[in-house]
């Protein structure tokens, strides 16, 4: 189960359910603590034209309690001269910040902001539902 309510921030249930359908796609030890989930189209890598690849890190303190996500990152080229990945997008849940490179860091709770994740939430959630990215990764870190 994904928590939904990081101090006021709710995530949509949908989106709680699509990642909670994701994760019995997976063998998860009961004793987990902190996995990450990688989404990937290779073809971004060679093209830069297509889905952006994401990671979402998640969190427990205590065998089989829920899940609550600690941040969701989109990555992409900054340039079209880049030759690696860069951080595009960081929402930080449990510490309310979200990240771009153009405007710093920012209140998770600030209207604007709060709209931009929850549209971000509901496209991420479209792809994962459609099955738009070819490689999906689950690692457990601890």
């Known amino acids: 189960m994904i928590i939904d309510d990081y101090r006021g921030i ?3 249930i949908s989106f709680c359910e699509t990642m909670d359908n994701l994760l019995t796609r997976f063998k998860v030890p009961d004793d987990a603590r902190r996995l990450v989930f990688n989404f ?3 073809t971004y890598y060679q093209s830069r034209v297509g889905l952006h690849p ?3 890190q998640l969190s427990r ?3 089989r309690a829920p899940w609550s996500l600690a941040f969701i990152a989109s990555f992409s080229y900054q340039s079209d001269n880049a030759q690696s990945l860069d951080v595009e997008l960081y929402f930080h849940l449990r510490n309310h910040w979200c990240y771009q490179p153009d405007a710093g860091t920012v209140d998770l709770s600030q209207p ?3 709209d931009l994740f ?3 939430c509901t496209a991420l959630e ?3 539902n459609r099955r738009a990215f070819s490689d999906i990764q689950l690692s457990q870190i601890s």
Do not use: S, Y
């Open 61 to 63: 303190d205590k065998d």
């Open 126 to 128: 479209r792809h994962i």
């Open 118 to 120: 929850n549209t971000w």
């Open 40 to 42: 990937r189209d290779p």
């Open 54 to 56: 994401v990671e979402i």
């Open 112 to 114: 604007a902001v709060l």
């Open 10 to 12: 709710r995530l949509p």
